[in-house]
């Protein structure tokens, strides 16, 4: 299979907004920042499940060949102990699969988290720098699986 090249950008809102949204702290004046419409409705029978994961340390260039997406359930990661790391998402195609040609990438810093909507293919959490924690948010459970994981052509990803 022959590789595609993406180059990793800063954060951008509009641009990441098909995916999901970046989770920031609240702007000067404000108390709080709420993101709590990426998890209605509930997915039926299902429970929230908060857990924390430990991520080994990755390095430029990065090779993606499995993405993974939960159709029934947004996906919130909020670093604990994080210095930066890469987001890279793509959109569904015609059969359900993942779009290689529409991915993008971002370079997030450890201060701010990501909910990755219900549906969009992305790659598993990739820490930069040193190893990292995110506490992770989600509906899991009901009738139905919701993580599903695809083998895609590889994308190698650098700044």
């Given at each position: 299979?022959?590789?595609?090249?993406?180059?990793?950008e800063a954060p951008d809102e509009a641009a990441f907004a098909p995916f999901g949204e970046f989770v920031a702290p609240p702007a000067?004046?404000?108390?709080?920042?709420?993101?709590?419409?990426?998890f209605d409705p509930?997915?039926?029978q299902a429970a929230p499940v908060l857990h924390v994961n430990r991520v080994a340390p990755s390095e430029l260039p990065l090779v993606?060949?499995?993405v993974e997406r939960h159709?029934?359930?947004?996906?919130?990661?909020?670093p604990l102990d994080v210095a930066r790391y890469v987001v890279m998402v793509m959109p569904t195609d015609a059969e359900g699969g993942p779009s290689g040609d529409g991915a993008r990438a971002f370079l997030v810093p450890g201060d701010r988290g990501v909910v990755f909507r219900p549906m969009?293919?992305?790659?598993?959490?990739?820490?930069?720098?040193?190893?990292?924690?995110?506490?992770?948010l989600m509906w899991r459970g009901g009738p139905?699986?919701?993580d599903q994981f695809q083998t895609i052509?590889?994308?190698?990803?650098?700044g």
């Open positions: 299979m022959t590789e595609r090249m993406l180059r990793i000067p004046g404000q108390r709080r920042a709420f993101y709590s419409a990426h509930i997915p039926p993606c060949d499995t159709p029934r359930a947004a996906q919130c990661f909020l969009v293919w992305h790659m598993g959490a990739t820490v930069l720098d040193r190893e990292g924690s995110f506490a992770v139905r699986p919701d052509r590889p994308i190698i990803m650098n």
